[in-house]
Structure formats: structure tokens, C-alpha cells
């Protein structure tokens, strides 16, 4: 009786496991071209300083990482009127000390604000794309704060017409299934964490966020991971078993990019410059 409880609680782990790795699986079959990430090295929001004049996610921050010869990542969200505009926070209050949305602003109103006291504004995707022009590879990351990602429309219509290198990712999963099944050429990439040591607000949703539970249903490209959680399982299995790039951030200074050197392949930094 005990031999027949053991062997069926070891068959129901095995079957778990493999259910687990099923779950985690990124796209396998028809994966696009990565060679983008060629270019290992992609200054965060811009090679930025808050506190001088080419503040995060500015024309000036992005003029410096393309004639420093590095790709990029930035963040891009949709404006009341339907203008893509590069911006990181869902509120305007850290960077333009303004208690209001950017979804809820147009872009005009977003003209008045600048960023971080310098004389930088909130630009738009469509001036970013002309000033990069193919020159580095980007990374752009998608904010949708809730399950309606409609604003992939209009990013994706735009990023179409671009002829330089990119991906997209994006923490919110929905967003990977929009480009799923609306733009499955592209390469996207699932955003995440350890929700819970980050002292996020933990629920299910968090924990299968961290745990990439919904690759099954996004299958992205690459997964880009807090580098302080490197051990994470699920990332290591996508990136040893199943061999996709990782890529890490945000790495700050020499020692934590030595350190992350053999769990990634690909690393967005800032406040220094990678040797």
C-alpha cells in the first residue's frame, strides 16, 4: 500500500513538472531572426542623467547612446488622442512633478511639461525613429497598465514602417498574445521579476508573472529578468533547455554586469559606460 502511494505521488510530480515545463515553453518552431542582439549592450531609457540635461527617455538621452554606437531600450504608452510618446511611468508626478496620467493627457498637453527640470519634453516614437533612423538596434518596451492593450495597434502600425532593427517587450503578457497573433514576425520578449522580493503586492497573478507562466500563451523570443534574481527556474530553464537569449536589467555599474555575465546574453545598463 505505501509502495502504491509513493509511485503514484512520484507519477503525479513527474506529470507536474512536465505540465511546468509545457507552461514555460517559449516559441520553439518558426522563431524570427535574432540577430539584433548581436549587439549586446542597450542603454536603459537612453544614455540618461536626471539630474543634467539629457534626462531619461529625452531626444538628448538617445542622441548619446546612438553616437556612443549603443542600441537602446525605451518605454512607449499612447496618449489620450492616439499619439505614441516615450515615457516610463503611468503617472507624470517623478519625472514632470504633475499628478496626472499620460493616457489621459493629449499630446499637446503633454507639450507643457518638461522633463526632470531640463528643457527636454516628452517625445514622441515617430521623432525617436527618425533620429535613430536603422543607425542602433532598439528595445521597446510596451506599457499597458491594464488588460486592454489596444495601444499595440498604433505602436505596431508605426514600428512596421520602421526599417531599422527592433523588438518589443513588455511585463504585461497581454501584449505579447496582441503581437501573437496580430504581428507573429516580430521578436518579443516577456519582461519579469521576483515580484514578491521586490515587495510587490504578491497575488496570482504576480506569481505566475514571475514564474512565466504565460509563456504558453505569449511563446515570446527572449525573456528579460531582473539580473538581482538571475536564479530564478523558469529563467534558466528558457534560457539553458530551451536556449533563448536572456537579457538582464538594469545593470549599474562593472561588478553587477561580471557577476550577470554568465546567466545573460544580453544586458541593458545605465548610470555607467560597459568596457
Not at 542600441?71 to 499612447?78: A, P, R
Not at 488622442?81 to 508626478?93: A, Q, R, S
Not at 530553464?237 to 538582464?248: E, F, G, K, N, T
Amino acid at each position: 500500500m505505501i509502495l502504491t502511494v509513493i509511485k503514484i505521488t512520484l507519477v503525479c510530480m513527474m506529470a507536474l513538472f512536465l505540465l511546468y515545463l509545457l507552461a514555460i515553453m517559449p516559441r520553439i518552431f518558426h522563431r524570427p531572426d535574432t540577430t539584433l542582439f548581436q549587439k549586446r549592450y542597450f542603454a536603459h531609457r537612453g544614455l540618461h542623467d536626471n539630474a543634467a540635461d539629457a534626462p531619461e527617455n529625452s531626444m538628448a538621452a538617445f542622441r548619446k547612446a546612438v553616437e556612443a554606437g549603443f542600441g537602446m531600450e525605451l518605454d512607449v504608452q499612447v496618449t489620450k488622442d492616439g499619439v505614441p510618446v516615450i515615457f516610463h511611468d503611468f503617472t507624470l508626478e517623478r519625472i514632470c512633478g504633475a499628478e496626472r496620467k499620460p493616457a489621459e493627457c493629449t499630446y499637446e498637453e503633454l507639450r507643457a511639461y518638461t522633463l526632470c527640470n531640463s528643457g527636454e519634453r516628452i517625445p514622441r516614437l515617430a521623432d525617436l525613429l527618425a533620429l535613430v533612423d536603422g543607425q542602433v538596434p532598439l528595445i521597446v518596451e510596451i506599457k499597458a497598465e491594464t488588460a486592454d492593450v489596444s495601444c499595440c495597434v498604433v505602436i505596431d502600425e508605426m514600428l512596421r514602417a520602421y526599417k531599422g532593427a527592433y523588438c518589443i517587450e513588455s511585463f504585461n503578457p497581454m501584449v505579447l498574445w496582441w503581437f501573437r497573433r496580430n504581428h507573429k514576425e516580430v521578436v518579443r520578449g516577456q519582461l519579469s521579476s521576483n515580484f514578491r522580493k521586490e515587495g510587490v503586492y504578491w497575488n496570482i497573478l504576480y506569481f505566475a508573472m514571475t514564474h512565466l507562466l504565460f509563456n504558453f500563451l505569449t511563446k515570446p523570443d527572449f525573456i528579460a529578468y531582473n539580473h538581482e534574481f538571475r536564479e530564478e527556474p523558469g529563467r534558466r530553464i528558457c534560457r539553458r533547455l530551451y536556449r533563448h537569449p536572456a537579457a538582464a536589467w538594469t545593470i549599474r555599474s562593472e561588478q553587477e554586469l561580471a557577476a550577470a555575465r554568465e546567466a545573460f546574453d544580453v544586458f541593458i545598463f545605465e548610470s555607467f559606460l560597459p568596457t
